[in-house]
């Protein structure tokens, strides 16, 4: 019974284009559509219900780790229509499962909306590469569109290092080595050390975590591979701090020359809900690594990266802001949305004024309010220790 329940739910996932199923005690099967949720017409779930529903799914060994640690992550293929990734944990003592909707088909550049640089960058022999935003923005997928354009153009070895394995790339030109962490290998950083004897060209790291993750792929583009990975921040300039701060103090200088030596381009993006069709549309930050911000992220003036994006377009560089400015004017997205996504939502505002575009005054003061947030020194320095405890807690959890 809990299998043809299931189905029925993956199968209304997959009609009705939806991007996640929650399945929760207390409440009926919720979709995400286009990031709004719906509940469905049916019953409202009880314990048991989910037990049995993360049963039909979920492999033994999830289980298990579902008991010993609380929850547990897995992806799985429903026939040819989709792929799942699946998190399944505990709540208040109730089991609960959120299943995220992979498409099968693997998008273009031209699809996704990516500079034309990047397909240049797929060409370089090595350096690292980064795709960030937070979570559920569709970093996965740029990366996958990415692995996609080398494998089916250039002869190489690509390995990936994944949690869970969630595109399934065939051997086209290239052969592909997919990984999943506690499954083939225990973590991302034993799984970057290993792949360095086992002769690759490309790496691919799905999150990079924690310090020892991020230092391997660090270590492993500079010996000569081209590595792709993942981090949850906003804007090309926090993530490079990000990755400084990750770092004890004593170390940061050299990592600084090693990213600016190592560090090809970071794209940071958001997905947008479209107003003028159904569907998502994604907004871009794009940094190209230029000597000249090779040359700030050196001499830790990463304040200034900005500016350089904004002077840098020759080489496809944009801010996030001025890509969500775009779409809003195309007629893609609502003011809301570009207000709500942009990284200076007041400087948004203060530009669609200009432009005679009639904005609500209900959010202004707390919009205010959040960019008059001193930054002072000591502030500074509480979060470098707080981004480096947080890389530490998810390391050792790990």
């Not at 549309?281 to 230029?290: D, I």
Request: glycine content about 6%; proline content about 5%; aromatic content about 6%.
């Amino acid at each position: 019974m809990a299998t043809i329940q299931i189905d029925r739910l993956l199968e209304t996932v997959v009609r009705r284009g939806a991007s996640d199923l929650h399945l929760v005690v207390g409440r009926p099967p919720v979709l995400r559509i286009n990031t709004h949720l719906r509940d469905l017409q049916t019953k409202v779930l009880e314990p048991e219900d989910t037990v049995a529903l993360m049963k039909a799914i979920t492999p033994e060994r999830i289980q298990q780790e579902l008991e010993e640690q609380g929850s547990g992550d897995f992806g799985f293929a429903y026939g040819d229509e989709a792929r799942f990734r699946v998190a399944v944990f505990k709540q208040k003592g109730y089991v609960s499962l959120v299943l995220r909707r992979l498409p099968n088909k693997i998008l273009t550049f031209e699809q996704i909306g990516l500079p034309p640089i990047a397909e240049q960058i797929c060409r370089r022999p090595r350096g690292l590469f980064l795709v960030t935003g937070p979570t559920g923005s569709g970093k996965t997928t740029t990366l996958a569109t990415m692995i996609n354009y080398i494998n089916e153009n250039f002869d190489k070895h690509i390995i990936t290092m994944e949690d869970p394995i969630e595109y399934y790339f065939p051997h086209k030109k290239s052969i592909v080595v997919q990984r999943e962490i506690g499954v083939d290998v225990p973590n991302f950083a034993e799984g970057l050390r290993r792949a360095l004897r086992q002769d690759p060209d490309v790496m691919l790291v799905g999150e990079m975590r924690d310090l020892a993750t991020i230092s391997a792929a660090i270590t492993s583009a500079e010996t000569g591979h081209l590595v792709f990975g993942t981090l949850h921040t906003s804007g090309a300039a926090s993530t490079i701090n990000r990755i400084i701060d990750a770092f004890p103090t004593d170390q940061q200088e050299q990592i600084r020359v090693q990213l600016a030596n190592n560090l090809i381009a970071v794209i940071s993006q958001a997905l947008c809900p479209r107003i003028d069709v159904d569907g998502m549309v994604a907004a871009f930050e794009f940094m190209y690594v230029t000597p000249s911000i090779q040359n700030l992220i050196r001499e830790n003036k990463t304040f200034r990266i900005d500016s350089d994006i904004q002077t840098g377009k020759r080489y496809g560089m944009q801010l996030l802001d001025d890509h969500l400015w775009q779409l809003f004017n195309a007629g893609k997205i609502s003011k809301e949305e570009a207000i709500d996504k942009s990284r200076n939502p007041g400087a948004m505002v203060d530009r669609m004024k200009r432009a005679g575009i009639p904005v609500d005054r209900q959010d202004l003061e707390e919009l205010e309010e959040a960019e008059s947030q001193p930054t002072s020194d000591a502030e500074r320095q509480a979060q470098i220790a707080a981004n480096r405890a947080r890389m530490q807690s998810l390391g050792q959890r790990r």
